[in-house]
């Protein structure tokens, strides 16, 4: 299990930025991969983006790719999620979570074992 603090969220207006962080706990972290999950009431939660650790190579929903950025710090154990030109379709809850497990981004929210506490992001139109 791996601590995970997500500060911020936001308000944004369509075609806006917004970068999410999190924090990080654990002398491994260098060794997890990291994903970004957002969920929306009434659905299921939606994989984002994930960065293995090795490479650091990434993975991202199509509905963000081009969009979105995904990084890691792994000396200060942080995990970023840049975002730009948002859509109101972006409104979520969106979570940080990390795989202790696997060696490469699988994006399916079963197979990470912890998890932010979720900040929303609301994009207004």
């Known amino acids: 299990q791996v601590d995970l603090v997500e500060p911020g969220g936001g308000l944004v207006q369509a075609g806006g930025s917004l970068r999410l962080s999190c924090a990080a706990s654990?002398?491994?972290?260098?060794?997890?991969?990291m994903g970004w999950f957002r969920q929306t009431p009434g659905k299921d939660r939606e994989f984002v983006a994930g960065?293995?650790?090795?490479?650091?190579?990434?993975t991202y929903a199509d509905s963000v790719k081009d969009r979105f950025t995904i990084s890691r710090d792994n000396v200060k154990k942080m995990v970023y999620l840049q975002m730009n030109n948002l859509k109101p379709v972006d409104t979520a809850v969106y979570y940080c979570a990390a795989d202790t497990l696997h060696n490469v981004v699988v994006p399916i929210s079963g197979e990470f074992d912890s998890w932010g506490q979720g900040p929303q992001v609301t994009v207004s139109s």
């Open positions: 654990g002398r491994s972290f260098s060794s997890y991969v």
């Open positions: 960065i293995n650790w090795s490479d650091h190579s990434t």
